[in-house]
C-alpha cells in the first residue's frame, strides 16, 4: 500500500548525523564571521557523540523520553562550545517534560524555555533561537513538519539581517561585520528541520 512509511526514529538520527556531518565546513566559516569559527565542528562533534552511542547500543530509540534525556547527557559530556552546553539542556528539559505530559511539542518548548533561562537569550538576539522558536509554534499550531522546516529556514535567514547581536560571541562582532551572515546556530537548527521534514 501506499501509506507514508515511518521512516523510524534511528533512521532519523542517522539522517540529522549525515547533515550536521556535511555542515561542519559552512558552519565553521558562518562562525569565523561572527564568532570563533567551530560551530561546525561543535555540531559534528555533538552529532559523532550521538554517532558513536548509536553503533554501541547505548541510546535508547524505542522511547523518546529516554532517547532525549540521553541525548542530553551526551551532548554535555561530549558536546563542544556554548551550544553545546545549550542543546544539552535543551534535550534534558525536553526530555522531563515528555516524561511528565508525552506532548513532543509541549516538550521542545519547554526545553527552549530553559535555554533562554539560562543562556538569557531572547528572539532576535541573533541565536539559534531565532530559527528554532518559529519551527516549535508553527508545531505548536499543528503544522507538518515541512512547514516547520520552513519557518526554521526563515527564521535562520532572518538572523542575517540581526546586525545588532546582544548573546554569544557575536555580541562582540563589528555591527558592519555581521550584515549578511546568517547565525551558524540558526543555520544548523534549519538544516536539521530541513533533513527531517525531507523523512517525514
Ligand atoms: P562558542 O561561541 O562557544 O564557540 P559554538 O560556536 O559552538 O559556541 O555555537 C555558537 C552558536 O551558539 C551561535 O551561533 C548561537 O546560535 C548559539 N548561541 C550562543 N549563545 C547563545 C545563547 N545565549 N542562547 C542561545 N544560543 C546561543
Ligand atoms: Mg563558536
Ligand atoms: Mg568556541
Known amino acids: 500500500d501506499d501509506a507514508p512509511q515511518d521512516p523510524g526514529t534511528s533512521a532519523l538520527l542517522e539522517r540529522v548525523i549525515e547533515t550536521l556531518r556535511q555542515s561542519r565546513q559552512e558552519l565553521d566559516a558562518l562562525d569565523a564571521k561572527s564568532g570563533d569559527g567551530d560551530?561546525?565542528?561543535?555540531?559534528?562533534?555533538?552529532?559523532?557523540?550521538?554517532?558513536?552511542?548509536?553503533?554501541?547500543?547505548?541510546?535508547?530509540?524505542?522511547?523518546?523520553?529516554?532517547?532525549?534525556?540521553?541525548?542530553?547527557?551526551?551532548?554535555?559530556?561530549?558536546?563542544?562550545?556554548?551550544?553545546?552546553?545549550?542543546?544539552?539542556?535543551?534535550?534534558?528539559?525536553?526530555?522531563?517534560?515528555?516524561?511528565?505530559?508525552?506532548?513532543?511539542?509541549?516538550?521542545?518548548?519547554?526545553?527552549?524555555?530553559?535555554?533562554?533561562?539560562?543562556?538569557?537569550?531572547?528572539?532576535?538576539?541573533?541565536?539559534?533561537?531565532?530559527?528554532?522558536?518559529?519551527?516549535?509554534?508553527?508545531?505548536?499550531?499543528?503544522?507538518?513538519?515541512?512547514?516547520?522546516?520552513?519557518a526554521a529556514r526563515d527564521g535562520a535567514q532572518a538572523t542575517a539581517q540581526l546586525v545588532r547581536a546582544n548573546a554569544g560571541r557575536s555580541a562582540y562582532v563589528p555591527e558592519s561585520a555581521l550584515k549578511g551572515v546568517v547565525d551558524p546556530g540558526a543555520e544548523a537548527v534549519a538544516r536539521v528541520f530541513e533533513a527531517l521534514a525531507t523523512m517525514g
Open 39 to 150: 560551530a561546525g565542528a561543535s555540531m559534528e562533534s555533538g552529532a559523532e557523540s550521538i554517532a558513536r552511542a548509536l553503533s554501541a547500543n547505548r541510546l535508547n530509540t524505542e522511547a523518546l523520553p529516554l532517547m532525549f534525556a540521553g541525548i542530553g547527557q551526551l551532548l554535555s559530556r561530549e558536546m563542544g562550545g556554548s551550544s553545546g552546553v545549550l542543546l544539552s539542556i535543551l534535550f534534558t528539559a525536553a526530555a522531563a517534560s515528555l516524561d511528565r505530559r508525552g506532548k513532543l511539542d509541549e516538550a521542545l518548548a519547554a526545553g527552549v524555555e530553559k535555554v533562554q533561562a539560562y543562556g538569557g537569550a531572547k528572539p532576535g538576539d541573533r541565536t539559534m533561537l531565532d530559527a528554532l522558536i518559529p519551527a516549535i509554534e508553527s508545531l505548536q499550531r499543528g503544522e507538518s513538519l515541512a512547514q516547520a522546516a520552513q
